[in-house]
């Protein structure tokens, strides 16, 4: 079991930053790879970042590369998103996800319902 919890989110203007965190706890946290997701309104759930257990290899979309950073430190049992150069487009409900049954030599995935655990999400409204 794992229990995941994001804090971060607010109101900023464009051009901003935010750092979105997410608390783990239950399963030890070394041992699965670490996710971000995003939904806007009207909109499917969508993939923003990824990395492996280890944190050594990091995925991001092409909407945010470059301007996001995902990270994790294992002995916080938090990971974290760093969303820079903030555009209105970015605004939803940011989620963490764990995907506890990927293997740490495969590749993170993408797919939501690839992952088994999931926050109750953090809303990131930036204005323009």
């Known amino acids: 079991q794992v229990q995941l919890v994001e804090s971060g989110g607010g109101l900023v203007q464009a051009g901003g930053s935010l750092r979105l965190s997410c608390a783990a706890s239950g399963r030890s946290f070394s041992t699965y790879a670490m996710g971000w997701f995003r939904q806007a309104p009207g909109k499917e759930r969508e993939f923003v970042a990824a990395?492996?257990?280890?944190?050594?290899?990091?995925y991001y979309a092409e909407s945010v590369k470059g301007r996001f950073i995902i990270s994790r430190d294992n002995g916080k049992n938090t990971g974290y998103l760093e969303m820079n150069s903030l555009k209105p487009e970015d605004t939803a409900v940011y989620y963490c996800a764990a995907d506890t049954n990927r293997p740490s030599w495969a590749r993170v995935s993408t797919i939501p319902r690839e992952y088994d655990y999931w926050g109750q999400g953090t809303q990131v409204t930036v204005s323009s």
């Open positions: 990395l492996t257990r280890s944190g050594d290899r990091l």
